[in-house]
């Protein structure tokens, strides 16, 4: 669960006519964002920020729309949800984030959707979606900047125009945006790696210019939240297999640069997924441990995390489950955290959900608990920052797979339990 963890595919337009392609979302033990092999986009054409409230939902039906994926955490067992009481053992943390950019201690986290799909679709499709999402209180969107699909053409040549409609739309219906920066194209990509959008960038310094280009073009527009990377822990998001040390140099040039555009950018750490420490993939506490000791310290405003926890509960605890790693399990990423002095720092959950087909299915109403259960949690947690659903609506219908079963949504735009269980406990 995490952008690695899911496989979903994202419709993309075709070069002539609007097509459907698809990312497929992996569901070995958490989600990714969308990226599942290599694809082109054609040229077309964070917390509430404090002071915000969400709005009120009225179980609203969602206007129709089209396009929506995650997989169980490493080491999760099938099955229905679980409850299990959390050792004696497991730790609370009990510090106040101060340094979220946009949801300070007391206030209400910002909660969002990660909508990889979002950028495929029409202006009025994307404005629909949008106010469906905002009906129900939803109020920033997590979308990707890739480098690749930027600047594919070679150095210095950028086309940013499906990106600037994805944001002109976000913006003008109210929502904050949650812009993850990462990828490389083809000849800024380390060797061996330059098929695939999620290739780690041969030059940190390069990247980092990338970076500074992402916040010089939407700052203006009131983008303020960047995101480094999506699950970089896994060998889904950063190939052929993780590397702390590489992806601190590229969280390093990125945060400077970012900064000397717009001081007051707020920066998150990639959102890390629920692995174990096994077929390369790298356990999120194991590598937050790296990164501290590769020197990540100051190079973020905030951790991003996946805690995918299906089909456990994120009130149950489980050893494996993401949410449970996050405060819960005796090395958890908020001990972590505060062993390196970045109590203050809030945690960004860029990701959680939970399939409602496919292998590794809760259910729908198993759906429509863990979402209840993961935005209570959000909300009285003064160091969560923010709470991003994944997704807004169902990619297909395989029951091979859980990379199509994760939106609020089903595919034909009927609403899940899911949908009036997320806007109540949004209230």
Do not use: C
Request: net charge negative.
């Amino acid at each position: 669960m995490h952008f690695s963890r899911l496989r979903f595919v994202i419709p993309l337009l075709a070069a002539v006519s609007i097509g459907v392609v698809g990312l497929v979302h992996s569901a070995a033990a958490t989600k990714r964002w969308a990226h599942s092999g290599s694809f082109t986009i054609p040229s077309a054409s964070g917390s509430t920020r404090v002071g915000i409230s969400l709005p009120a939902p009225g179980p609203a039906q969602p206007q129709s729309a089209t396009s929506g994926g995650v997989g169980a955490p490493s080491g999760a067992p099938s099955g229905s949800n679980t409850t299990t009481t959390p050792p004696p053992s497991s730790t609370t943390s009990t510090t106040t984030s101060t340094t979220n950019s946009t949801a300070v201690a007391g206030s209400s986290p910002i909660i969002g959707v990660s909508l990889p799909a979002l950028i495929a679709q029409t202006p009025a499709t994307q404005a629909a979606w949008l106010a469906n999402l905002k009906s129900i209180g939803v109020n920033s969107i997590r979308i990707e900047v890739n480098w690749a699909w930027i600047s594919d053409a070679g150095p210095g040549t950028f086309d940013w125009s499906q990106i600037d409609q994805e944001v002109a739309s976000i913006e003008a219906a109210g929502m904050s945006i949650d812009m993850i920066v990462m990828g490389a194209p083809s000849w800024a990509a380390l060797a061996g790696e330059s098929s695939s959008d999620v290739a780690q960038p041969a030059d940190p310094a390069a990247f980092g210019s990338f970076a500074a280009a992402v916040a010089q073009r939407y700052a203006p527009q009131g983008v303020q939240d960047y995101e480094i990377w999506n699950e970089p822990n896994s060998t889904d998001f950063w190939p052929p297999a993780p590397n702390p040390a590489a992806y601190v140099q590229v969280l390093q040039a990125a945060y400077a640069d970012i900064k000397a555009v717009d001081p007051s950018a707020f920066v998150i750490a990639g959102g890390l997924a629920p692995e174990a420490n096994q077929d390369g993939n790298i356990d999120e506490v194991t590598f937050l441990q790296d990164m501290y000791a590769d020197g990540a310290q100051g190079y973020f405003d905030a951790l991003g995390d996946h805690p995918y926890s299906y089909p456990a509960l994120p009130d149950s605890y489980e050893e494996w489950s993401g949410w449970s790693k996050m405060n819960a399990t005796p090395t958890s990423l908020r001990s972590v955290m505060t062993a390196n002095g970045d109590s203050s720092k809030p945690i960004w959950i860029t990701e959680v959900g939970a399939p409602t087909g496919g292998p590794d299915s809760v259910g729908i109403d198993g759906q429509a608990e863990e979402l209840t259960q993961a935005i209570d949690n959000a909300k009285t947690t003064p160091w969560i920052g923010g709470i991003y659903i994944y997704t807004y609506e169902d990619s297909g219908g395989d029951p091979t797979t859980d990379e199509d079963w994760f939106g609020l949504l089903n595919a034909d735009g009927s609403p899940k339990p899911a949908w009036s269980a997320v806007a109540s406990a949004i209230g």
